[in-house]
């Protein structure tokens, strides 16, 4: 088979993979790159029609946001991935289309979309062509999915983005059976000393944290991805709420975190058992906590950041590129009472990034903005480490080449390095095709 890389190679971001089989061709995920200025992946419309079919690992916009596009361009055939992933995206999607106003984009196309969608199950193999491709439980996000494409000759495995480890919704990724010759693997942390503290230890930080604030009747605004990210960070905050750890203070969910949530909750059955038992015991339902404000009209908005209320607001976008997270950040920068906590990846040239490297000015919807509150990392992040990433490597059996992406390039060519004496590993030029 034959793979190239139209984007997430070097990089994070713009994840699209082409793979072609003697009869067929499919796309491995179709993202953009979200940042200063946004970017798309470096495959020619042209080369999009002959695509027999697209398979997308889950419902984040470095991997799906380059969908609306081609289905502008004129595809009109199929586009695979698992319920919540589908549902999640047609959420995620509007709230793209309203934050980045891609141009590329027409209405037409995004009707098109709509109508192509098709659900593939976790370990059920699926036939197109010559092709057999199956999906399992990745644990990055409800729905994400490792995919493997074989022809019966060689077989690919894509990890999309994973995370090993169980979280308070997910199981960690489903690596059982794995078997595979090649292997195309995310390094978001790949880097040597991108191995995180146990999540327990990071919670209780991240809990003080968020104390500290509270007690002096401060504001904690913590930016998340809305998917994902926005769960976990919730139901821990529940908890620690529920036990007596953080004071009792509103929790503020704002924006389209409120959607997903609903989402999650009908798509239980994709989450970790204990979850799902929750909800059965409707007393303990973490989707429908006591503890949770949804924001759902202005008004609410406007009460929050004038009200001399402490209390946390949890809200999009992750990296601070848009969404309602800019009205609660350019009201409550100039307090030093306040707090803002990055729990998520910041890519370069991000507002996110900018923060997290210490700017105190920045420019929030064309205005300059003082920033006198504090500003902290926690790392939750839904992500291999560098140890997980070794792991599910070690994981592959039959295993003979690696392609390191999904990662900055330093990062990628580090754990490249690492594993070059075991396998021929690759971090991949994009276009350029490689023969596997
Ligand atoms: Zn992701
Ligand atoms: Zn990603």
Redesign the pocket.
């Known amino acids: 088979m034959k793979v190239s890389f139209f984007g997430g190679a070097g990089e ?1 971001g713009r ?1 699209c993979i082409l793979v072609k089989s003697d009869k067929s061709k499919i796309l491995l995920d179709a ?1 953009v790159k979200l940042g200063a200025v946004e970017e798309y992946p470096q495959i020619r419309d042209s080369d999009l029609k002959g695509i027999d079919g697209i398979f997308i690992s889950h419902a ?1 916009l ?2 799906f946001g380059y969908l609306p596009h081609i289905f502008t361009a004129g595809y009109r055939g199929k586009v695979y991935a698992t319920k919540p992933t589908i549902e999640l995206i047609n959420i995620a999607i509007r709230d793209y289309m309203n934050i980045s106003k891609p141009k590329n984009v027409t209405s037409q196309g995004l009707a098109e979309m709509a109508k192509h969608f098709e659900i593939i199950e976790y370990g059920k193999p699926f036939r197109l062509k010559d092709l057999t491709i199956k999906v399992v439980q990745s644990g990055h996000i409800l729905g994400s999915a490792i995919t493997t494409v074989s022809d019966g000759k060689h077989t690919i495995m894509y990890s999309g ?1 994973m995370n090993m480890a169980q979280t308070r919704l997910l199981p960690g990724a489903d690596m059982k059976n794995a078997r595979a010759d090649t292997l195309i693997i ?1 390094s ?1 942390y790949g880097a040597k000393n991108d191995i995180f503290p146990p999540e327990k230890e990071v919670s209780q930080k991240l809990m003080a944290s968020i104390k500290e604030t509270l007690h002096k009747g401060g504001k904690v605004i913590i930016p998340t991805f809305g998917v994902g990210r926005a769960q976990e960070v919730l139901f821990m905050l529940d908890d620690f709420m529920n036990s007596g750890i953080l004071p009792k203070a509103p929790i503020y969910i704002s924006g389209v975190i409120n959607k997903i949530m609903r989402i999650h909750r009908h798509n239980v059955i994709y989450c970790r058992r204990e979850v799902q038992m929750r909800i059965l015991m409707s007393d303990s339902d973490p989707f429908k906590s006591k503890n949770f404000v949804p924001v759902e009209s202005n008004e609410l908005r406007g009460k929050i950041v004038k009200e001399k209320e402490a209390s946390i607001i949890v809200t999009t976008s992750g990296m601070l590129t848009g969404g309602p997270v800019m009205y609660y950040l350019a009201r409550l920068a100039r307090d030093p009472m306040n707090k803002l906590i990055l729990v998520g990846y910041q890519a370069e040239g991000t507002l996110g990034r900018a923060l997290q490297e210490g700017a105190r000015e920045v420019t929030v919807n064309r205005a300059k903005v003082k920033v006198n509150l504090t500003v902290e990392t926690f790392h939750l992040s839904a992500h291999a480490d560098r140890k997980q990433l070794e792991a599910a490597i070690a994981k592959v059996h039959g295993l003979k080449n690696v392609f390191v992406v ?1 990662g900055e390039k330093s990062k990628s060519e580090d754990l490249r390095m690492h594993i070059a004496n075991k396998y021929n590993a690759i971090v991949p030029e994009p276009i350029k095709e490689y023969h596997v």
């Open positions: 994070v994840s993202g984040h470095d991997h983005d995310e978001t999904h």
